[in-house]
């Protein structure tokens, strides 16, 4: 098993930023780790994962060119930094661990993961 706990949202004008912090935790190796959101009323979608084999990463369309993943080698701090943020990017971000090696090929879906965190909210206005 693995222990997640996410910091680092809070409340930002639209077009600021802010940067997500995943702290991993476990001895399971840990082949995927993602930062998935969830408005109110939503679907949880994958915003941004990072897997190996290679730290590949993937980004859903409506973040790419704005978020960016990052991770330590152990995939023990994964990171997420969210820039020039929307009012549609308010939602509450998870962050979650996959010791399925198969997680690689579908990282984007939430049922391949493990272990999840317990959130932190992100609210961004005009």
């Known amino acids: 098993q693995v222990q997640l706990r996410e910091s680092g949202g809070g409340s930002v004008q639209t077009g600021g930023s802010l940067r997500l912090s995943c702290a991993a935790s476990?001895?399971?190796?840990?082949?995927?780790v993602g930062w998935f959101r969830q408005a109110p009323g939503k679907e949880r979608e994958a915003v941004a994962t990072?897997?190996?084999?290679?730290?590949?990463?993937f980004y859903t369309d409506a973040v790419k060119g704005r978020f960016t993943i990052s991770a330590d080698v152990a995939m023990s701090t994964v990171n997420l930094q969210m820039d020039s943020l929307k009012s549609d990017d308010s939602a509450m971000y998870y962050c979650?661990?996959?010791?399925?090696?198969?997680?690689?090929?579908?990282?984007?879906?939430?049922?391949?993961?493990?272990?999840w965190g317990q959130g932190t909210q992100v609210t961004v206005s005009a």
């Open positions: 990072i897997y190996n084999p290679g730290r590949s990463t």
């Open positions: 979650a661990a996959s010791t399925n090696v198969v997680c690689s090929s579908v990282s984007e879906a939430p049922y391949v993961y493990t272990d």
């Open positions: 476990g001895d399971n190796i840990r082949y995927c």
